[in-house]
């Protein structure tokens, strides 16, 4: 993003403490009253370049941002927030469980190698209600309870400890929130390791509008085989691929910043700004005007906020 944009979304490791670089490998433990509370419950919108986080309410309630979306819940759930997703969270003053903030890129190493599918859970934002009483949701605290240990320990092997762990808390997430889509494909640990390759090269160059052939080359495949890849690992074509992560960014840029529309077309690599407007209605619907009028007046709205969303799902028990 160029100088001009007007950023008012702070990063952070924790809320209120600096951001550490993405390749200091690190997870954290806290209750949720520990960093909430002295902030008066109040947690403004920021977020986690290289760390992502998983909140487990046991008591209480939360008004939650995630991205553009905003959620209205009551324990027991559980929110899971990736690296790169705006958040904010204002919690009833009775509130209680713990936090979970860990380095993503190793969880999602581990997780390519044990269990592929899980890519997936840990990257998507979500807001699960749990049945206090279901076999999964039994199988948390536990886990938890074992990752704050191992947080407060200090010895060897720390690390490698608390992303087993943390892996095996998302195999639950998996399991808790298996209602919302079918059962992800099975594919090999290469493909797999194609796609992350090919997702990190989109995260790094979509701004610069490279030709597919540049990711293809840079993976030794034609372009028409890196779109049968996608299409089998991910259910969607390159360009998708692509295009998804440049909305992506557009629509949080539109909602928190003050950058004109013309800034944002040059910052994301659009000759100019019509182009960038064709792009994004033909991608949401809406032109970047309208989305960011939309977008920031549902936001003051609290009395529309769904009490649960499209990633708000009850689950089995």
């Known amino acids: 993003m160029n100088n001009a944009m007007l950023r008012v979304i702070p990063s952070y490791a924790l809320y209120g403490d600096q951001a550490q670089p993405g390749w200091k490998n690190s997870f954290?433990?806290?209750?949720?009253?520990?960093?909430?509370?002295?902030?008066?419950?109040?947690?403004?919108?920021?977020?986690?370049?290289?760390?992502?986080?998983?909140?487990?309410l046991t008591q209480g309630s939360v008004e939650v941002l995630l991205d553009n979306a905003k959620w209205r819940v009551t324990a027991p759930c559980l929110l899971v927030v990736p690296a790169q997703t705006v958040h904010g969270f204002h919690f009833a003053a009775d509130v209680n469980g713990p936090v979970v903030t860990a380095t993503q890129r190793p969880l999602e190493s581990l997780a390519a190698l044990a269990m592929p599918e899980l890519l997936q859970t840990i990257r998507k934002p979500a807001v699960i209600s749990l049945d206090a009483d279901g076999r999964h949701a039994e199988a948390l605290m536990p886990l938890f309870l074992a990752i704050e240990r191992?947080?407060?320990?200090?010895?060897?092997?720390?690390?490698?400890?608390?992303?087993?762990?943390?892996?095996?808390?998302?195999?639950?997430?998996?399991?808790?929130?298996?209602?919302?889509?079918?059962?992800?494909?099975?594919?090999?640990?290469?493909?797999?390791?194609?796609?992350?390759?090919?997702?990190a090269l989109v995260n790094d160059n979509f701004k610069k509008r490279l030709p597919m052939a540049f990711y293809a080359g840079q993976l030794g495949v034609t372009p028409g085989q890196l779109s049968r890849l996608c299409r089998e690992v991910l259910g969607t074509s390159s360009l998708e691929v692509i295009n998804a992560r440049i909305v992506h960014e557009a629509q949080r840029d539109l909602v928190f910043t003050s950058s004109s529309i013309q800034q944002l077309a040059d910052a994301l690599g659009f000759a100019d700004e019509a182009y960038f407007g064709r792009f994004f209605r033909k991608h949401t619907g809406l032109t970047p005007g309208?989305?960011?009028t939309r977008a920031l007046q549902s936001m003051l709205k609290p009395d529309t906020w769904p009490a649960a969303g499209p990633e708000a799902v009850a689950a089995p028990g």
């Open 28 to 56: 954290d433990f806290e209750w949720i009253p520990q960093r909430s509370g002295p902030y008066n419950w109040e947690i403004r919108p920021h977020v986690h370049e290289a760390f992502i986080q998983i909140l487990y």
């Open 150 to 199: 191992e947080a407060r320990l200090h010895a060897i092997g720390q690390f490698a400890a608390g992303m087993s762990l943390l892996t095996a808390l998302f195999v639950q997430v998996a399991r808790l929130g298996q209602a919302r889509a079918p059962a992800p494909l099975a594919v090999s640990l290469r493909k797999t390791a194609q796609i992350e390759k090919f997702r």
């Open 290 to 292: 309208e989305f960011r």
